[in-house]
């Protein structure tokens, strides 16, 4: 049961009949008086059990983007409804103008849309959705709260897509749709063709001329169907929030997950694009997420749907078992990326001593997000405290013994791209387009 403000109004009117009759009974009158309407009302108001209530879901939204959660309101009763209606969402999902009041006709229906701003990935879900049916007095209301099941599922934003079609044009470059397909390192046959003067008479092929009266010259084209391999590091490092980029003006920063996720997103679909086979993988000390997406158009949204639910979790990562997994996708030459932090304690401790293994067989490259606040700390003000000079050396000290560490890295045949979280997924991209072009893969 439910009271409205009526009532307290109701209450200090009263105090304009004591002071015309200041007796005790007129004040127990005036109160019998109003509890007598507030009885009357709740006696007449409907029951919130006449209300039908069904839910349309919201589906799959990218993190930031709006979406809009729908209910359809049916009066099932034979009473005209006066409604107060609240859907709740847990408070992740961004959930605005989710309360609503208005009147129902008997079997009338009623569209209700409440909507959302996710900030928080995974699944996020409605909380349930309380009906108040008010008397026709308006002083008294009956509410119940009902479990209607919902939720919105919030995808990674895929910040870095802007920079997919100007990869995709070096790609197209590459591939030889912009340039003359010539024979070299990184590529296979592709086809025939009749010979045009220009062409290189090194790609002449003899045995097909011979059997046409044209000249005929071979063609040719980056090797496709190439083995790409995402592993995602989901321990305690990816939990560390940096800027986005030097100079940034972020209060909070973004943790480092998200921006290996925004990296291993861009290179899935440019890898998927130029024809090569993706197999995604995310773990620390166990694998959170595993999946072989290769032949897929849309590769970009089911790495979204992987990584959806995954977050940093404080353990150290298991470089054993996630090398093991990286061979359980078969033992075929494959470009293994590495997305985790160029941290020097944890990769001598976990990830060198697997690395042998992984560069025996495959290509290895180690992606990771820098924090630009190590440069800002190594040059200190013009007048620097004692506080900036300590805070200096500390950061000389990190940056030097990251620089050894890709050293050794590099001494392991590891290729390292190190960039602040904004321009990790392009340098990625980069790399993969030289190593494509190289023949490398």
């Known amino acids: 049961m439910v009271i409205s403000g009526r009532v307290p109004l109701l209450l200090l009117l009263g105090l304009g009949a004591v002071m015309l009759r200041p007796f005790p009974s007129t004040v127990t009158l005036w109160l019998l008086g109003v509890l007598l309407l507030v009885g009357i009302d709740l006696l007449l108001t409907p029951r919130p059990r006449a209300v039908g209530i069904t839910r349309r879901q ?71 959705v309380t009906i108040r049916s008010w008397g026709p007095l308006g002083l008294s209301a009956l509410q119940k709260t009902y479990d209607v099941p919902g939720a919105v599922r919030a995808l990674p934003p895929f910040e870095s897509r802007k920079h997919l079609p100007s990869r995709l044009a070096r790609l197209r470059d590459l591939d030889g749709r912009a340039a ?32 046409t009266p044209h000249v005929v010259v071979r063609t040719w084209q980056p090797e496709r169907d190439r083995r790409v391999v995402i592993v995602l590091d989901t321990s305690r490092t990816s939990a560390g929030r940096v800027a986005r980029e030097a100079g940034a003006d972020d209060a909070d920063g973004m943790p480092r997950l998200d921006a290996a996720m925004d990296a291993a997103l861009l290179l899935g679909a440019l890898a998927s694009r130029a024809g090569d086979r993706i197999d995604f993988l995310a773990g620390d000390r166990r694998v959170r997420a595993r999946q072989r997406v290769h032949g897929a158009r849309d590769v970009a949204v089911r790495l979204q749907e992987q990584m959806a639910d995954l977050d940093p979790v404080l353990v150290e990562a298991d470089w054993d078992a996630l090398a093991g ?57 013009e007048a620097p405290t004692a506080d900036d000079v300590y805070g200096a050396a500390a950061a000389e000290h990190e940056l030097a013994r990251r620089t050894k560490m ?18 990790l997924p392009p340098a990625l991209a980069d790399h993969y387009l030289h190593l494509k072009a190289q023949g490398l893969l």
Request: charge should be positive; glycine fraction near 8%; proline fraction near 6%.
């Open 58 to 128: 919201p589906g799959t939204v990218r993190l930031g983007d709006p979406a809009s959660a729908g209910l359809v309101l049916t009066n099932d009763g034979t009473r005209r409804l006066h409604l107060q209606v609240r859907d709740a969402w847990q408070p992740s999902a961004g959930a605005t103008a989710n309360r609503h009041r208005f009147r129902l006709a008997p079997t009338e229906q009623k569209r209700l849309t409440t909507r959302l701003l996710p900030r928080r990935r995974g699944d996020l879900r409605a909380q349930g």
């Open 180 to 211: 003359i397909r010539v024979r070299g390192q990184g590529t296979e046959f592709d086809s025939l063709r009749e010979y045009v003067r220009g062409d290189d008479v090194r790609s002449i092929d003899w045995r097909a001329s011979a059997r």
């Open 325 to 381: 997994a990286v061979q359980g996708f078969g033992r075929q030459r494959a470009l293994v990326v590495l997305l985790t932090a160029l941290e020097p304690s944890a990769i001598s401790d976990g990830l060198l001593p697997v690395l042998p293994v992984l560069t025996r067989h495959h290509r290895v490259v180690l992606a990771s997000v820098r924090d630009p606040e190590l440069n800002r700390l190594a040059t200190p003000n």
């Open 406 to 423: 890709r050293d050794v890295l590099a001494r392991l045949g590891v290729d390292v791209v190190d960039a602040d979280a904004a321009q």
